[in-house]
């Protein structure tokens, strides 16, 4: 039975939810007002955890540093790891480097490879993901957990859908991303619950070099251009 004290929270919940819209807009207008000067850019995806150690941090240094070089922007997550090493890579190489960060209990911080006017905090995840979807024109996606999955598949599902123009999504890592890609063919298509033209939204690659000809292959057939 709902008592007089439940109500009032229940109302107190309720206007906070209406004047949480406030701050909901104000993070959609100063991204938009930030991010559409940006020019084009690639998002690169991955784990927070990466360690400057680890192989695939330094692979995503080389992969930013030569996309980079041939004309894009890199935009990351702004945190530590694999995006600490995607705003590296475009920092050695002068190029633009957009940091969109999020406020968590743990793991993130901003990291020291970020252009001084282009870091972005945001408080709402999906404030943010909608950044990276309409200002990049493709998504490298490195090794990563439950954050690099949640992009991953929410890019794919615009797609596939047709809520947003294709661009280019690049799984950078066969021994990490086979097991799923292969799960992806067996289950999900064996089910029938893809099309197989779906499995084409999605490229596996190994090198710097090969995610540079995605990209370049696919804007050699497209114009570059926001995808709202």
Not at 37 to 48: E, K, N, T, W, Y
Not at 70 to 75: D, E, L, T
Not at 86 to 112: C, M, R, W, Y
């Amino acid at each position: 039975m709902r008592t007089e004290k439940h109500q009032k929270n229940w109302n107190q919940i309720k206007t906070n939810d209406s004047w949480a819209l406030f701050k909901i807009m104000g993070e959609f207008v100063n991204g938009f007002e930030k991010m559409s000067s940006i020019g084009p850019c690639v998002s690169i995806f991955g784990s927070a955890r990466t360690k400057p150690e680890e192989k695939y941090y330094e692979l995503a240094v080389n992969v930013a540093k030569k996309i980079t070089e041939h004309g894009y922007g890199v935009i990351t997550g702004g945190g530590p790891g694999i995006m600490e090493a995607g705003n590296k890579g475009a920092h050695l190489a002068g190029g633009t480097s957009v940091g969109l960060n999020i406020d968590l209990p743990f793991e993130q911080h901003d990291n020291p490879y970020i252009d001084g006017d282009k870091s972005l905090d945001f408080d709402y995840f999906f404030v943010r993901k909608v950044m990276f979807v309409k200002y990049s024109q493709g998504f490298v996606v490195m090794p990563g957990g439950f954050g690099t999955l949640d992009e991953l598949f929410e890019a794919i599902t615009l797609i596939q859908t047709h809520k947003i123009a294709k661009f280019p999504i690049i799984l950078v890592g066969t021994d990490f991303w086979g097991g799923l890609f292969e799960w992806i063919k067996s289950t999900l298509l064996g089910y029938g619950n893809i099309s197989p033209g779906d499995l084409d939204l999605v490229h596996l690659v190994d090198t710097a070099d090969e995610v540079l000809d995605i990209l370049d292959n696919f804007y050699n057939e497209f114009n570059l251009s926001p995808n709202f």
